[in-house]
């Protein structure tokens, strides 16, 4: 049984890791909250590995958490009598 277990633990593991965006330049996964930057050619660097590209980025983005976009807004109407 302990094969069974450490199978399905690498491949969720993986399954995990292949969902996740990462650094072209040091392969480091963003942290929430950390900006990401976005250049012509595709490729996305890390804050850290920004110095290292020359060129000026196309796009930056302020990295989410995976809760992000699941906020419930509610309509709050006042129903007293007049």
């Not at 094969?3 to 963003?30: N, Q, W």
């Amino acid at each position: 049984m302990p094969e069974l277990e450490l199978a399905l633990l690498k491949r969720s593991v993986g399954a995990i890791a292949a969902g996740c965006e990462r650094c072209d330049h040091c392969h480091r996964t963003p942290l929430v909250g950390e900006r990401v930057y976005v250049y012509e050619s595709g490729r996305m660097r890390c804050e850290l590995c920004r110095a290292l590209q020359r060129d000026t980025p196309s796009a930056s983005r302020v990295v989410h958490g995976p809760e992000f976009g699941y906020a419930v807004r509610i309509r709050i109407t006042d129903q007293r009598a007049a």
